[in-house]
């Protein structure tokens, strides 16, 4: 039977990872999976998951099963923390292994609940959305998003594609911080795309990864409340792997919301769909979240946390858009400083990427995007000369 099998194509991201890993170079920079790096290279556990997991250690009397969604407190947590209140009765909610299980059980509910709609993606989007969507074979349409001459969002291309969309199509949007350009949506852009989304009759399908690491975590779910006020159907994958930087536990969550009446129904597809895919959802990250979002002290403290993460990046990104101009003699890569999140596309050559790679050991994903929390104050300057060298 395994004779059968071919081998599958490989995630490029995952791909650079192991590349890095095995370049002996000293002085190697990473810029490729999104993953938070302080000053000093470390992905480090947060102040509050630390103290968390303390008191869990001492407090925990058994490890025996949760609910199939999850624990309620999280899933109910999670919910306030994304939406706000007022949600409750139209939210079903579940816990899942991480941002990605959380996309992959809601891409299993829509080809449950219409296995013919078309999932639309932006060009271009996360790998793994394009990748779980074909793996379930639903079908796939793209609709435009960036202006890679600007580095900003082609609005006339987004309006113009998202007026094809057909009644029923689910349309995935990135809640914030867009992976992988950097470049986001204004609110007025938001209002428009919901305007005519609204028109289609379409399904909005928010995946809000990075909540917390772009305005601020209120300012980043503003798109999000605005689709769950405007739309009576919306689905949302969340991630706590980069806001919590707990990234091994796998801790997300997928809110559907619907109807009040159907609640109950959606819930028990939603537990159904946990139970076929692994079971149980993972435990120890959501209990952790789910402390620190309801002990005052440990969610302040947090937030503290969160909010020095967010502006360390913010700060990283102006001082590589000053040193590529510095760098370059040109104002090209201004846009740096004006996107939001851990990633911006450069806009370089996959050919400059690669002499990037070989001749300065800077590692990047192949259409240019960057890890900008791969940066410090020292490799800032380094990045802008080896840009400017490869002639970027
Ligand atoms: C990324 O885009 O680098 C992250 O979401 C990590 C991943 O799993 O690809």
Aim: some cysteine; glycine content about 8%; overall charge negative.
């Amino acid at each position: 039977m395994l004779e059968a099998l071919t081998p599958q194509p490989q995630d490029k991201i995952l791909v650079l990872m192991a590349q890095f890993r095995e370049d002996p170079r000293a002085g190697k920079i990473d810029l490729g999976v999104g993953v938070y790096k302080d000053a000093t290279g470390l992905t480090p556990v947060m102040r509050a998951v630390k103290t968390a997991e303390k008191q869990l250690w001492e407090r925990e009397l058994t490890k025996t099963y949760t609910g199939l969604a999850g624990e309620p407190a999280f899933n109910a947590a999670m919910t306030n923390l994304i939406l706000g209140p007022g949600f409750a009765d139209r939210a079903a909610s579940a816990a899942t292994p991480g941002g990605t299980g959380a996309l992959h059980q809601a891409l299993e509910l829509i080809k449950m609940a219409s296995p013919k709609a078309t999932v639309w993606v932006s060009d271009p989007t996360w790998p793994n959305h394009t990748s779980i969507i074909r793996y379930l074979g639903l079908n796939i349409a793209e609709y435009r998003y960036f202006d890679a001459a600007s580095g900003g969002i082609d609005e006339a291309g987004l309006l113009d594609d998202l007026a094809k969309v057909a009644k029923g199509d689910v349309v995935l949007l990135h809640g914030c911080c867009h992976n992988p350009t950097g470049a986001n949506l204004s609110a007025d852009q938001w209002a428009k795309v919901a305007d005519v989304l609204t028109t289609r009759g379409a399904i909005p399908f928010v995946d809000l990864a990075y909540q917390g690491f772009g305005d601020g975590l209120e300012a980043d779910a503003e798109a999000t409340r605005m689709i769950a006020t405007r739309f009576p159907e919306v689905l949302i994958a969340a991630s706590c792997s980069k806001n919590f930087g707990i990234y091994r536990e796998r801790t997300g969550v997928l809110i559907a919301l619907g109807e009040p009446s159907r609640k109950a129904v959606v819930q028990a597809n939603l537990a159904y769909l946990n139970r076929q895919n692994f079971s149980f959802p993972p435990d120890h990250g959501a209990r952790l979240v789910t402390m620190i979002l309801e002990d005052p002290a440990l969610c302040a403290d947090w937030k503290a946390e969160l909010e020095e993460v967010r502006l360390n990046m913010l700060t990283l990104r102006q001082s590589l858009a000053e040193e590529l101009r510095r760098a370059t003699n040109s104002d090209r890569y201004d846009f740096v400083a004006h996107h939001r999140g851990m990633f911006s596309r450069l806009g370089i050559s996959e050919a400059q990427v690669n002499q990037l790679r070989d001749t300065h050991a800077v590692y990047m994903v192949g259409d240019s995007r960057i890890n900008i929390a791969g940066l410090n104050a020292r490799t800032v300057p380094i990045l802008a000369q080896a840009i400017a060298a490869v002639g970027g």
